[in-house]
RNA sequence: GCGGGCGUCGCCAAGUGGUUAAGGCAGCGGCUUGUGGCGCCGCUAUUCGGGGGUUCGAGUCCCCUCGCUCGCCCCA
């Protein structure tokens, strides 16, 4: 029989690394709470129409890479490429928005049909945060900064954090009828890719890997000097605060988020570390998303981490304390029925008690139990055999030091064994 | 979706057309049927991701397929 595999680009996380997860989770949980910043769970799945309008039909998400199907009531449905549009649906259904600014997060499961490569999978991780209702220059630092420092105190080194203004809507439109008109000037010079790029997204094509298209488009007009005057203040501001809270940064001209919602601020926290696939956490503001999708002029900022990519960044000292915590402080081993039973017994209440405790279930020999005990690390070995059971006590035996073994009822071989840890 | 690399035991890994597929770790058993850590001995792949083909003969060559991986694209 051919065992079953699971599918491509959708990864098991065994138990040698869900504690770096659980880790990470819970740093987030407790660094969002410093920030005023509350949970909301949101479903994986929703009808299409939500994406295809709140990330735009022409990207590349939308266009090529998500999980859709038609459910048994012919409806139309995706599993979730990214949280935004469903965080947003949520607070306009539930009249979030109407209770003055939401500071949200949330976390889990995102699904995109993308070739598997170094971080990236069909079904990854992202944990983001949504600043609902605030327009101001300063929020938008505000949001980096609650990225920044989550990254921080997780003990990820050697992140960069590029920045960059859309602008509004406006100044986009116009740039774009600028720069279309410029590369359609310099078409003949441009590598194919970016020949196409002209007629369907050609703010990408200022991301040209190609030098020789590079070079050429240092004579391009620059979104940045397309901006209007206002753009152009909120993005100082935004720079201010951040030289405030001593983030540093740099400026990326050239960063254009690949989802049609962002103005204004777009930034993404790059790391060397990563292969071609830098990016960690990326956001920015989205002005107008709310409203295009039925709900109030409503500014926002946000941004989400990938956490297969931190997890990448996050060095192996994790495995050594995830198994440090596991280490039982009583192993406890039996032979006989009798003695199996009231093993278990013991162990359960020593949980019940606070320690970890681990039973050795095999029946084997006790020298073989014995060699299990010493493996699992536990400091402490409780033995009841036959003779112990008959008499209701069980033998303490130090693993480690060489006391001499008591040999006490179980209740007071609990209560001695909690006191010495506490 | 497009290119390149790879796929031998749970993990690491030798093997590059010719009898029985090294070794290490882990696991299990024994020396030691009530006492561990060391040591010694033994066991664990009729099979080399799967399927076809070439050949007297294939883990080793060819084709297809699945998976992983790196890059492109794109993004977290």
Redesign the pocket.
């Known amino acids: 029989m051919?065992p079953l595999?699971?599918?491509?680009?959708?990864?098991d996380l065994l138990p040698s690394a869900t504690a770096t997860w659980q880790r990470i989770e819970a740093t987030a949980r407790e660094h969002f709470r410093r920030a005023g910043v509350s949970e909301i769970r949101t479903p994986l799945l929703e009808v299409t129409e939500l994406f295809a309008r709140g990330i735009g039909e022409a990207?590349?998400?939308v266009g090529?890479?998500m999980y859709t199907f038609l459910d048994r009531g012919e409806r139309s449905c995706t599993l979730r490429p990214?949280g935004?549009a469903s965080v947003v649906r949520a607070a306009i259904q539930h009249g979030l928005l109407n209770q003055g600014p939401q500071r949200l997060w949330y976390g889990g499961p995102?699904f995109?049909?993308?070739?598997?490569?170094?971080?990236?999978?069909?079904q990854?991780?992202?944990i983001?945060v949504e600043l609902l209702g605030v327009a101001d220059a300063e929020s938008d630092a505000e949001a980096i900064a609650v990225a920044w420092d989550l990254l921080a105190e997780l003990g990820v080194g050697g992140l960069q954090l590029e920045l960059n203004s859309l602008g509004t809507p406006d100044d986009r439109v116009r740039y774009r009828a600028e720069l279309v008109a410029w590369l359609e000037a310099h078409r003949e010079q441009l590598d194919s890719?970016s020949q196409q790029?002209i007629t369907t997204?050609p703010l990408?094509v200022l991301?040209?890997?190609?030098p020789a298209t590079q070079a050429l488009l240092a004579g391009a007009p620059t979104l940045a000097d397309a901006l209007a005057g206002e753009s152009h203040e909120r993005f100082a501001r935004v720079r201010l605060a951040l030289e405030a809270l001593e983030i540093p940064f740099v400026l990326n001209p050239r960063l254009?988020?690949?989802?049609d919602y962002y103005s204004h601020t777009a930034f993404?926290?790059?790391s060397n570390q990563?292969?071609?696939?830098?990016?960690?956490?990326?956001?920015g503001r989205y002005d107008g998303l709310v409203q295009q999708l039925g709900g109030p002029a409503t500014p926002a900022v946000g941004?989400?981490?990938?956490?297969?990519?931190?997890v990448l960044l996050l060095s192996q000292a994790e495995a050594g304390e995830a198994a440090a915590a596991a280490t039982p402080l009583l192993y406890v081993i039996s032979?006989?029925e009798l003695?199996e039973r009231q093993a278990l017994l013991l162990t359960c209440r020593a949980r019940q008690a606070g320690l970890i405790a681990e039973r050795d279930s095999?029946g084997?020999?006790?020298?073989?139990q014995?060699?299990?005990?010493?493996?699992s690390g536990a400091p402490w070995?409780a033995?009841?055999?036959?003779?112990?059971?008959a008499d209701g006590v069980v033998?303490l035996?130090?693993?480690?030091g060489?006391g001499p073994?008591q040999r006490l009822a179980a209740g007071e071989a609990l209560s001695w064994l909690v006191e010495l840890t506490t």
């Open positions: 051919e595999q699971s599918l491509r680009g959708m990864v990207t590349d998400v090529k890479e990214e935004t995102m995109r049909y993308e070739r598997p490569q170094a971080g990236r999978q069909r990854f991780h992202q983001g890719d790029r997204n990408r991301d040209s890997k190609n254009v988020r690949g989802l993404e926290i790059t990563l292969g071609a696939q830098a990016t960690v956490c990326g956001g941004w989400a981490i990938g956490l297969e990519r931190l032979r006989g003695a095999s084997a020999a006790f020298g073989k014995f060699k299990r005990a010493d493996r070995a033995v009841i055999g036959e003779r112990e059971a033998v035996k130090d693993l480690r060489d073994e």
